[in-house]
């Protein structure tokens, strides 16, 4: 017995850490405007995989959002949490979310394209230190992250996809001709009072003009914030309610959508 106890010791002290799903501080830079981000990934192998820019909601970067990166990436992504406020902008409330939403569209929205546009190079140069393909990105978002993701569609960048979870859908720039070359799959709540009829015929009118490959998915009675468990006990008349049918759904249809984006061969 004492042998095989022994044994058994000297096989766990020298057997390999278990794999654990990292979250990574970085920094980057635009101009004199330091941003920090969160870098998920599990480690449990070097095997390249994509990578997914992942703008949160008006709260910015909170324990909520790298909890939902983490489920996002499991062993299958690599996940930046993007800042697109700056370092030192962390809402505490609504209104502060509101006033930081308010600076970011300021010019209409200029500015945070080039800020998300940055946080897809910042993943990109990641690959030296995480198990990233950099030739495959694509990007999501929840709510004002993913109205985010949606300008960033709009400048032409040529990334697999990208995905708005619940996001606005009006486009506060004109296009000037410029072309959607990434596919496009929008998850909506029906029932969302931010999002209007109207919004929804604009957009896809905009989509068509721009050449877009889209999709817009409208999940019955689920109203804004849908898909993010922790709004689920909010008040049951409010506007921002999680949806569990309509969450399951369209994170079934995420995971869908970037298999085909990142499996096809252009």
Not at 124 to 146: S, V, Y
Not at 240 to 246: F, I, L, M, S, T
């Amino acid at each position: 017995m004492r042998r095989l106890a022994a044994a058994l010791s000297l096989v766990l002290c020298t057997s390999p850490a278990f794999a654990a799903m990292q979250a990574k501080p970085v920094e980057w830079k635009i101009g004199e405007d330091t941003f920090s981000g969160v870098l998920v990934f599990d480690d449990v192998n070097a095997i390249k995989r994509p990578g997914l820019v992942m703008v949160p909601n008006w709260m910015g970067i909170t324990d909520n959002a790298i909890q939902h990166a983490k489920d996002i990436a499991g062993d299958s992504y690599v996940v930046l949490v993007a800042d697109v406020y700056g370092k030192n902008v962390r809402p505490k409330n609504k209104d502060e979310a509101k006033a930081a939403v308010g600076k970011a569209y300021a010019d209409g929205g200029a500015t945070l394209r080039k800020r998300v546009s940055e946080a897809v190079a910042v993943l990109k140069a990641q690959d030296k230190t995480a198990p990233l393909n950099a030739a495959k990105i694509g990007a999501l978002g929840f709510c004002f992250g993913g109205s985010t993701v949606l300008e960033l569609a709009r400048t032409g960048a040529n990334l697999a996809g990208v995905v708005s979870f619940h996001g606005g859908l009006k486009a506060h720039l004109p296009s000037n001709g410029v072309k959607v070359n990434t596919s496009v799959l929008v998850l909506n709540g029906a029932a969302d009072k931010s999002v209007p009829n109207e919004d929804i015929v604009g957009f896809e009118k905009e989509m068509d003009e721009a050449g877009a490959d889209w999709q817009l998915v409208n999940y019955s009675g689920a109203r804004h914030c849908f898909a993010e468990i922790e709004n689920a006990n909010n008040p049951p008349e409010d506007n921002c309610r999680y949806d569990e049918r309509a969450s399951k759904r369209s994170f079934a249809a995420m995971r869908g959508f970037f298999a085909e984006r990142f499996g096809k061969e252009d």
